[in-house]
């Protein structure tokens, strides 16, 4: 929608303002996918959540000309921001997995 702004807050899916297409397209279409490949042996849907960055995997929808960013797939995820962005730091004293924060 033109007048509708999709973020992909800590909330994810199921954000406080909507339930969007970033819960649909990013988290529930691929959990769906997942589920039928296990169990359903459903080749289509292997190529969707287990695609290494396939077309299927990572495509997000436009609506009216407007488009998306498709999904992001790596094998080596790095953090997008100084942890002086956030509120809940990684390497707070209480973070009960602080030994893993860079």
Not at 52 to 67: A, C, D, I, L
Not at 84 to 98: T, V
């Amino acid at each position: 929608m033109p007048n509708f702004t999709y973020t992909a807050e800590r909330n994810l899916p199921n954000t406080q303002r909507a339930y969007d297409a970033y819960d649909y397209y990013g988290i529930y279409r691929l959990l769906e996918a997942m589920i039928d490949y296990s169990f359903n042996g459903n080749l289509t849907a292997k190529n969707t959540a287990l695609g290494n960055g396939s077309k299927e995997q990572v495509t997000m929808p436009s609506y009216n000309g407007h488009v998306r960013s498709p999904l992001e797939v790596t094998d080596n995820p790095w953090a997008l921001y100084l942890q002086s962005k956030y509120s809940s730091q990684c390497g707070a004293s209480n973070n009960p997995r602080i030994t893993n924060c860079h």
